[in-house]
């Protein structure tokens, strides 16, 4: 069922095919944002898999930094 998925986003992990710069997106974009070329697919399994890795790796070196325990939450509501 539908109930408690209400409110939530689906974000899809998309590659582009000239520089392989890898992101989330709601929807797939036919220009990739970091070059601009019309270029985007989505991600490979191995390429969803090692963008989730990186992306939990920088999670926890953000929160075991000594500035991240003295930010405020909103001083942390950015994406990378």
Avoid: N
């Amino acid at each position: 069922t539908l109930h408690g998925l209400r409110g939530r986003r689906f974000l899809m992990i998309c590659t582009c095919e000239r520089c392989l710069y890898t992101f989330e997106t709601a929807f797939q974009p036919e220009q990739c944002p970091d070059c601009g070329k019309f270029a985007v697919r989505t991600a490979t399994t191995r390429e969803a898999g090692e963008y989730r890795r990186i992306r939990q790796e920088l999670a926890r070196d953000e929160q075991s930094s000594p500035w991240y325990r003295q930010a405020s939450p909103s001083r942390l509501a950015y994406g990378l």
